[in-house]
RNA sequence: GUGGCCAUGGUGAAGCGGUUAACACUUACGACUGUGACUCGUACAUACGAGGGUUCGAUCCCCUCUGGCCACCCCA
């Protein structure tokens, strides 16, 4: 057996590697519409990074995390997600002397050890935005309406949004206890992966999808109703935004979110159609990371989508490109002539391709035909003393005679 | 990390203990010695994920490993 990839680490084909750029491309687009300028940030980080902005109790940390010692006896991590490393880069180059406000994105591979799953792999690529330095709920909302405006772009309704607010330090353990008090007492109607959360992740429990988990908290606390008064304000805020902007939007007070730093703002853009991975793209503010890790303090908020699991909805979708002329040849000379005739147009921006084997004629055609070439060209003793050659328009068939030159060609296939 | 299902060529797949591993698609070439798509012909798995075992004999049974899918956990 040859060698073959890592377990959850997976190749993009060709075919594939089309819509890849679609999306890509898409994302830069509408990113750099809304003033945000890409950072590139390395994939490794010191492992202590990672374990101070995620939470040292999180999954992530705990289990998930590619950690290794490298030579020199230091402990690095693959990089599980990218907000920790981009905030990094922003305190560490002081990019707040400049601006405090920064708009920020990024797009590359992250690492996770999990079960790989349908939507879900070990080494997955999200694309992530951030603003930094902006209190105001101004900043969630064009961080929304961008997400969503991504989504219009690439030609998605699927995935919804939702959103929620997870108050912040001041309020968030007012909830947490109310929480736990309601709960205390029907632990016994848990289920036992809840029971365990109760101590672990008791936010968590209102996300439970065991039938019983979900009748049994049906009358929770809801946490938007234990926000404080900043907490609460802003939360109208947004929402406000999302409003005046026609943004539809749902409010999800049970949406919860694995990582350790968020605060107020949270949210979700989520399908039914990748099964148990039902996140897209997610997010949320994080108004005390930047402090925490040693920066000035600032507030935050981004988010990330995951790439593979945006490629999984626009499904099969073609997105190569088709040659604009194939060039067929029927001799040695023919060839030579051809090969020159093609690189003048390449170099005129024409998408040209003509053969590489010398095969018969019905085989080069039947490649112009099967790689979607708009038009075809025959070039043989005739055309090459004659200087002129038929323009076969491969849609219906129709031929035109053009003069064996790049300008006049370009014009018969434009 | 847990549970369930699965693993035949480039692809979709039939076969399910016994001499040539069906069929379709794809691909290549040809049917016109200068023209594609339709049609027709020809070719294309020393091989049934890997490694062991049972058997006179295994693609078909058993074990281990690896990989995939689904659910859980968690998450993008």
């Known amino acids: 057996m040859s060698v073959t990839a890592i377990k959850g680490f997976n190749d993009i084909l060709p075919r594939e590697s089309g819509r890849w750029h679609h999306i890509e491309q898409a994302a830069r687009r509408v990113f750099e519409l809304n003033g945000f300028s890409e950072i590139r940030v390395p994939i490794m980080e010191k492992t202590e990074l990672f374990s101070r902005s995620i939470g040292d109790a999180t999954d992530i940390v705990e289990k998930e995390m590619y950690t290794f010692t490298d030579k020199g006896g230091n402990s690095v991590t693959l990089r599980p997600e990218g907000t920790a490393g981009v905030m990094r880069a922003f305190i560490e180059h002081k990019l707040h002397a400049q601006d405090?406000?920064?708009?920020?994105?990024?797009?590359?591979?992250?690492f996770r050890y999990e079960r790989p799953q349908k939507g879900r792999y070990r080494q997955?690529?999200?694309?992530?935005?951030?603003?930094?330095?902006?209190?105001?709920?101004l900043a969630d909302a064009q961080v929304l309406n961008m997400l969503?405006?991504?989504?219009?772009?690439?030609?998605?309704?699927?995935?919804?949004?939702?959103?929620?607010?997870?108050?912040?330090?001041?309020?968030?353990?007012?909830?947490?206890?109310?929480?736990?008090?309601?709960?205390?007492?029907r632990l016994d109607q848990l289920c036992e992966d809840c029971r365990r959360r109760y101590s672990t992740n008791p936010l968590r429990i209102l996300d439970c999808k065991v039938p019983r988990c979900?009748?049994?908290?049906?009358?929770?606390?809801?946490?938007?109703?234990?926000?404080?008064?900043?907490?609460?304000?802003?939360f109208t805020g947004v929402r406000g935004y999302l409003e005046s902007t026609g943004t539809p939007y749902a409010v999800n007070p049970r949406m919860v979110r694995g990582l350790d730093y968020y605060t107020r703002t949270t949210f979700e853009m989520v399908t039914g159609l990748?099964?148990?991975?039902?996140?897209?793209?997610?997010?949320g503010r994080y108004d005390g990371l930047i402090s925490q890790l040693g920066g000035p303090s600032i507030p935050g908020i981004g988010f990330a989508m995951g790439l593979e699991r945006v490629a999984l909805l626009l499904g099969d979708q073609e997105f190569s490109?088709?040659?604009?002329?194939?060039?067929?040849?029927?001799?040695?000379?023919?060839?030579?002539f051809a090969f020159r005739l093609m690189h003048d147009l390449l170099s005129q921006g024409a998408r040209v391709e003509m053969d590489y084997d010398g095969k018969s004629l019905k085989s080069q055609m039947r490649r112009a035909d099967k790689l979607g070439a708009r038009f075809s060209l025959v070039i043989?003793?005739?055309?090459?003393?004659?200087?002129?050659?038929?323009?076969?328009?491969?849609?219906?068939?129709?031929?035109?005679?053009?003069?064996?030159?790049?300008?006049a060609i370009l014009k018969a296939i434009r």
Do not use: W
């Open 100 to 110: 405090p406000v920064a708009r920020l994105y990024y797009l590359g591979p992250m």
């Open 214 to 234: 979900i009748e049994a908290t049906a009358g929770a606390p809801s946490v938007l109703d234990y926000l404080c008064a900043g907490c609460n304000e802003h």
């Open 380 to 407: 043989g003793e005739n055309e090459v003393t004659s200087g002129k050659a038929a323009v076969k328009r491969m849609e219906d068939g129709t031929q035109s005679e053009v003069p064996l030159v790049a300008d």
């Open 124 to 137: 997955f690529h999200q694309i992530g935005a951030e603003i930094t330095g902006v209190h105001d709920p």
């Open 274 to 283: 990748l099964g148990s991975q039902s996140a897209v793209a997610a997010g």
């Open 321 to 336: 490109h088709r040659p604009d002329l194939f060039i067929a040849t029927l001799g040695g000379g023919e060839r030579s």
């Open 148 to 185: 969503v405006g991504f989504f219009r772009e690439i030609g998605l309704d699927e995935p919804h949004l939702q959103i929620n607010s997870l108050g912040c330090p001041d309020c968030r353990p007012v909830y947490r206890a109310a929480l736990l008090e309601f709960l205390e007492g």
